[in-house]
């Protein structure tokens, strides 16, 4: 991407982790563009870099306040690492402005640690992933077999400046505690590599232990073109995920988070029909 912001949807968000989404939602700001470039990538259209408006600095300060004062639990920066200087300023704009609500940075966890240290004091909860340990698998799937360094290192980052989590104060209306400050991270469980997602929850469970929660994702949804690889090709069986839950449960996870009934269903995939983008 160039140095022009470009956003593809501002919205009300009902699909993160519950202390996330909460009743009211998380203010989600799709950024367009990835760094990574994953195979079976379910936002290609946005990740790519094609769909998105480009937008100023200041409109993105506003957009911020608009999601607060929608309701939104947080503001949610989707995929915004390459962007981060002009964020940093839009955050700063719209925090002199009023900004209140905590700041989400969610990220393929494929950044560099030096860019994050520029977001310390900015950024309340850090929600990457932790796609792959093993560099095999990094480059046959996302083309960067430097993933498993340079996400290791993002998110020890991420820890150090977010080194316990906090929640709001209970709210009964709430369908659970909402979580002010902290770090979650994701793994999305592949079909057929249940050894590798018991590799990287046991990694980050031995490293971080519950300073961090880790959230196991059943959600992968094949594409309609067909890979090489058929692993790629299928769902996510029901038992393989419940070996993997089953693990992190043996290896004394507390603080995770897991998928109920049949989530590898295409509503995770969000309208990228720049809603919130405009100046209404
Ligand atoms: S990190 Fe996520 S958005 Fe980026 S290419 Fe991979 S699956 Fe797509």
Not at 177 to 197: K, N, Q, S
Request: include cysteine; glycine fraction near 8%.
């Amino acid at each position: 991407m160039d140095a022009q912001i470009r956003v593809a949807r501002a919205a009300l968000h009902m699909w993160e982790e519950p202390c996330l989404s909460g009743r009211s939602g998380s203010g989600a700001v799709f950024f367009s563009g990835c760094a990574l470039g994953c195979i079976f990538c379910q936002n290609r259209e946005i990740a790519s870099g094609k769909a998105g408006l480009v937008i100023p600095e200041a409109r993105l300060s506003e957009i911020f306040l608009e999601l607060q004062e929608k309701g939104a639990n947080n503001i949610n920066l989707v995929t915004a690492g390459h962007y981060v200087p002009q964020v940093i300023r839009a955050l700063a704009c719209a925090k002199s402005q009023g900004l209140r609500i905590p700041i989400v940075y969610n990220s393929s966890g494929y950044e560099k640690a030096e860019t994050l240290r520029q977001l310390e004091g900015l950024i309340d909860i850090y929600l990457p992933d932790l796609k792959y340990l093993t560099p095999e698998l990094a480059a046959a799937y996302s083309h960067a077999p430097d993933y498993p360094q340079y996400a290791m290192e993002a998110i020890s980052e991420m820890v150090r400046q977010q080194p316990q989590a906090e929640f709001m104060p209970e709210d009964r209306t709430e369908v659970s505690p909402i979580m002010r400050r902290g770090v979650i991270v994701r793994h999305l469980l592949l079909p057929g590599h249940v050894r590798e997602a018991k590799k990287v929850v046991g990694y980050l469970h031995e490293t971080y232990g519950d300073q961090i929660y880790i959230s196991m994702m059943n959600q992968y949804t094949p594409m309609s073109e067909k890979f090489a690889d058929p692993n790629l090709n299928r769902r996510v069986t029901k038992r393989e995920y419940e070996r993997l839950l089953d693990y992190a449960a043996e290896i004394g996870v507390e603080n995770g988070f897991y998928q109920e009934g049949a989530t590898a269903d295409e509503s995770f995939i969000p309208k990228f029909d720049y809603e919130g983008v405009r100046k209404k």
